[in-house]
Structures are given as C-alpha cells and as structure tokens.
C-alpha cells in the first residue's frame, strides 16, 4: 500500500517541474512592467516594450491558469504500467468528459445540488472554467482523483482483447469508452459532495490562518521530514497548488497579486500571511550550506578534497534549483537522527522567519524562486524583510553547522570521509559525469547496469521516478545486487524498503527511466550487455 502512494506522490512530481520555468517568466515579466523598476514611460500600456512584456507574460500564465488540466495529463506519466503517451490522451478526453458532464448536470438540476451555474466563474462562486466549460472548481484535487481513475482503467483494460469484429474499439477507445461510463457518477458525486468538501477547505483555510507560527512549523516539519518516504508531495501539493492555504494556491495566489505586493509598503505578513506555508526553501538554501560545511570539516584532512567534490555540486543544487535530495540522502543513509535534526531546524527556521515578518513564495531555490519571485521585485518597498530574512537564514546556518558537526564527533557517524568509514566518495568528476550523462551510449550503458542489478526484466513490476530517485516494485528483492553495485554505476545511494526500491541517480533521473523502459522491451540488448561493460 505504501508502495503505491509513494508511485503516486512521484508521478505528481512531473507536473510540477514545469512551475519553475513559468514562474521565473511571470516574475520577471511583473517587474518589468512596474514602473518601479524601468520607469514610468515603459511601463505605459501603449508604450511597445510594455506590451511586449506583456504578451511574454501571458504565455508564462499558460501553466497557472492550466493547473488541473496539467495535472491530470501528467499524472500517467509515472502512474501508467504501459503506452504512457495513449494514457495520457485517455485521461485527457475523460477528464474534458467529466467537466462536460458535471456542467450539463449543473445548469440542468443544478437547485437540487445547491450550485448556482447561472453564476460568473469568479472567487468564491465555487465555479471555474477549464478548456472553456464552467465547471466546479475542484482545482487540483479533481484533477488528481479523476486521473488516477482513468490511469487504472487504463492499466486494467488497455491491452484486453475483443473479438475481431469489435476490434477498432481495443487499445485507448476502449478505455475512453469504460471511463465514459464512469464519469457519469463520478460528475454525480461531484456535484453532490463537493460543495461540501469546499466548505470544509474555507474552515481548514480559517484554521490555518489562526494556528500561526505553530501551523508553519508543522507544516515545515511535515514536509522536509517525509522526504524520505516520497509522501512530503502530498504535503506540500495541498498548499503550492490546491487550495489548503488560500483559493487557487500560494503560487497562483502570490503570482497574481506579486505587482500589487510589491508596491505596497505594507508588512507582506499582514497582505499575505498564507505565505508563511511556503517558507520550506529557506532550509534548502541557508540550511543546505551549515550541512555541508559540518560533513566537510568533520572529515578527515586527507580526504576533505574527495569530499568538496561530492558536496560542492550537491550544494549547488540545492542553493540554486532547490534539489535537496543528493544533499540530504548524502547523510540520510549514514544517521537518519542528522535528518530528523535537519527537519527539526528546518521548521524552526520558517517559524522564526514568519515570527520575524518574512513571508512570501519561497519553497524552490534562489534562480526559480526567491531571486525572480521575491527578493527582486519586492526589493524597493520590503527590503527590510530581505534583510531580516538572509540574517536570521545566516543564523541558522551556523547553528545547522555547530549542531550537525556536534553530532557526528559525538556519536562518531561515519559521514563521508570519516576514519573507517564505509561510505565511497566519488571525486568531482565522478560525480558530475554520474549526473549529466552527456551521450546515449553512456545513458543505455547505465540502465542496462541498473536493471541487471535490479534483477532483470521479469523482476521489476513498477517503474516510476521523482527529481533524483528511480522508484521500483520488485518481484523479489533478494535477487538485486549490492548497494555497492548500483553506486560503481554512478546511483548516490539505494533505499530498500519491503519490496521497493528507491535507486538515488540524480537529475537526470527521467532519461534514465526512459532507457530502463526502452531496454526492458528490448531483452535481446540485456542478452548482449555484460555486468562489467555496463560498469565500465
């Protein structure tokens, strides 16, 4: 059971990783069209680089204003068994279905169910438009349910044969006629109980907003803690992009008002204290430095070097994208006592920063986020809560270095480069040829390490994957390689959990899933492709 909300907490993950992009082009379109920043001659609407920004900052809008129908085409990315793309085009129509459905029932009997469709999509109507039907606004959490409904349909009967006569309907006609079906009680249901479910999202919203500081600390410690089990999307999800914390999401929410926080001189806190439940990156940038610094000074003189180039790149990649992952499973695996404290601090940094008056949208990393979407543009009216934002972040990486070194002398961990330690370094280039895998033969060579060392085809029944982590059900664990094995390929770390497995490869995890599935459909090329020319 675990197993399969862990695949489905990964395959959110998709979807997700097309927000920064657009952020950074929303961000940066807002603050140039605020005459703040390039005058009040630019900035006129009839002026032509106004209107150029804002024909730029329109397509960034694309992702935003598009977030249920985005999540549920790319949810059977990761939770489709087979022919991904056909599932993704079943979920499309099916979803486009239930909208349809649950707009005719609406304007028809729409009294019985206590909606008003007569009224304008608009905050607080409970209504919305996607692809242009008006529909109830089920935001994210629709699109969620109704795509892993279609996905399983898809799983259970895309390749079920019918007799010949029947033939033009197997494949994907097949499920789009079985989730046909479906969606009529499911647009049923809908109507009937989501007018409930979205007044009971306004009481948690309510809730929220009294709890504070202490509703930000759990918040925080929710989602940095269940990193490891791949279940702090659904924590985080709720808040970014549905609407636990406020009506659309914070990222929308703040996007859409990010002019109009940044020209006024009024506490953020007080504008938007919602922002206090995306705080989280802060730990990825301020806290990601005081870790790396305690891991490289706790290590031994002699190989501090080999050291700076495992923690250096990984370091980076947290400051600047905010990818924690090779970072944290750095030490998870040695003491997962480090990242309970990693957790705990993490929490405590945001609680203080909102204490402090910093809130905002800052759950990514300084080039996606914090730069373009909030530092930069509130600058001119809010500058002090910058400032108090990286001093208390600077605090906090000292303690995170004073703490974690602390510990690992105390209890004698074998972090990297400790005296006897187990762990294998990898130099600087080791670790950035494992990551970037600049041609396909080096990709194909891996995965065909991979899935020996997982035990061939015939043992692995699920593949999905997040930002760094290959994530698989086995058929039988016993029959997988070393942990040693899969890191002489280039993984950072194997966690074994039951009959799953959680194979940390880096950012360039989607190619490598790629090339598992290509290969797993290719058995002659496994036949062909020793275990040692695969290491090699």
């Known amino acids: ?66 977030m249920p129908l985005i999540f549920a085409v790319g949810l059977p990315i990761g939770l489709a068994k087979q022919a991904q793309g ?35 999509p608009s905050a607080g109507s409970g209504l919305t438009l996607i692809a242009g039907i008006k529909t109830l606004d089920t935001s994210i959490i629709g699109a969620i349910v109704i795509s892993g409904l279609v996905t399983a349909i898809h799983n259970r009967y895309f390749d079920k044969p019918l007799p010949v ?4 309907f197997q494949g994907s006609s097949f499920v789009v006629i079985v989730a046909f079906l479906v969606m009529i009680p499911c647009a049923w249901l809908t109507l009937l109980g989501w007018p409930k479910v979205q007044l009971g999202i306004e009481s948690l919203q309510g809730f929220l907003r009294s709890a504070g500081a202490i509703g930000v600390w759990v918040y925080t410690f929710l989602e940095r803690i269940l990193i490891p089990t791949g279940l ?3 924590i985080y999800g709720p808040f970014i992009y549905g609407p636990a914390a406020v009506e659309g ?18 506490s ?57 992952e090779p970072l944290e499973f750095t030490f998870l695996f040695i003491s997962p006592l480090l990242f309970a404290v990693h957790a705990v601090l993490a929490a405590t940094m945001a609680t203080v920063m909102y204490l402090c008056g910093v809130v ?56 990297p480069g400790r005296d006897e330690s187990e762990i294998k370094l990898y130099s600087k280039a080791d670790y950035q040829a494992a990551r970037a895998q600049t041609t396909v033969a080096a990709k194909t060579s891996q995965a065909a390490g991979f899935l020996q060392a997982l035990g061939g085809c015939g043992n692995i029944l699920s593949i999905n994957n997040c930002a760094t982590r290959l994530r698989i059900t086995l058929a039988d664990m016993t029959l997988t390689q070393s942990d040693d094995t899969f890191k002489a390929l280039g993984a950072h770390g ?37 275990m040692t020319e695969a290491v090699s």
């Open 86 to 120: 056909r599932a993704c085009l079943a979920v499309l129509v099916s979803f486009l279905t239930w909208n349809y459905f649950i707009n005719a029932m609406g304007m028809t009997w729409g009294h019985f169910f206590g909606v008003d469709f007569s009224a304008e």
């Open 1 to 66: 059971m675990l197993s399969q909300i862990q695949r489905f907490g990964g395959a959110m993950f998709t979807p997700v990783l097309l927000f920064p992009f657009a952020g950074i082009v929303v961000g940066l379109a807002i603050m140039l069209r605020n005459p703040m920043f390039v005058g009040e001659a630019l900035a006129a609407p009839d002026h032509l680089f106004a209107q150029i920004i804002h024909i730029i900052e329109e397509g960034g809008w694309t992702v935003f204003r598009n």
């Open 232 to 234: 702090h999307h659904f």
């Open 268 to 324: 953020l806190k007080t504008l938007f204290p919602e922002g206090g439940f995306a705080l989280h990156g802060n730990s990825k940038i301020f806290g990601s430095v005081g870790i790396a610094l305690a891991l490289y000074f706790t290590a031994a003189p002699e190989n501090r070097i080999k050291v700076a180039g495992l923690l250096i790149p990984a370091t980076l990649t947290a400051m600047l994208v905010g990818i924690t």
């Open 494 to 530: 194997v966690v074994r959990r039951g009959n799953g497995i959680q194979v940390i490869v880096g950012l360039h995890v989607p190619q490598v899933r790629d090339q598992l599935e290509n290969l797993m459909k290719d058995r002659s090329y496994l036949e062909k492709t020793p």
């Open 165 to 168: 006569f029947l033939g033009i």
């Open 249 to 266: 999401g914070i990222q929308v929410y703040w996007a859409q008002h990010l002019q109009e926080f940044s020209q006024s001189s009024e």
């Open 360 to 415: 905002g949208n800052m759950g990514g990393g300084l080039l996606d986020q914090f730069l373009p979407q909030n530092w930069i543009p509130m600058f001119h009216n809010h500058a002090g809560m910058i400032a108090t934002q990286i001093g208390i972040g600077i605090a906090f990486t000292v303690l995170y270095f004073v703490i974690f070194r602390a510990l690992i002398l105390h209890f004698n961990l074998k972090t």
